[in-house]
């Protein structure tokens, strides 16, 4: 979540970079910069964006594990052959 003290103008950002930047890696907090008042981007410490990508790849890969689990479950497999088959066709190999 980005708190209020982190949102600034871009014009602002532009003007400060080097202690906003300072500021972001010493905090670990987004800063979101706004045009016209309006929020366009934010902006991140390189290590904690890092981390969250980690974080989501971990969480999609456990929920496509889930996914399969259950196909497994209801019998809607394919013998590895056949699947591979499809695959090479696919991408036309």
């Known amino acids: 979540m980005i708190r ?9 950002f532009t003007r400060n970079v080097k202690s906003y930047i300072q500021q972001i890696k010493t ?3 987004p ?3 706004t045009v016209n008042g309006d929020a366009q981007v ?13 974080e989501l790849q971990q969480t999609r890969f456990i929920a ?6 259950v196909a ?3 019998g809607e497999t394919q013998e ?6 499809e695959i090479r ?3 036309d190999l």
């Open 72 to 74: 497994v479950k209801n």
């Open 80 to 85: 590895w052959n056949v699947a591979v088959h």
């Open 42 to 54: 934010v902006v991140q410490d390189a290590e904690s964006f890092q981390s969250m990508m980690d």
């Open 31 to 33: 800063m979101a910069l």
């Open 4 to 12: 209020p003290a982190d949102i600034h103008s871009v014009t602002d």
């Open 89 to 91: 066709q696919e991408l």
């Open 27 to 29: 905090s670990k907090n």
């Open 64 to 69: 496509a594990m889930r996914e399969a689990e």
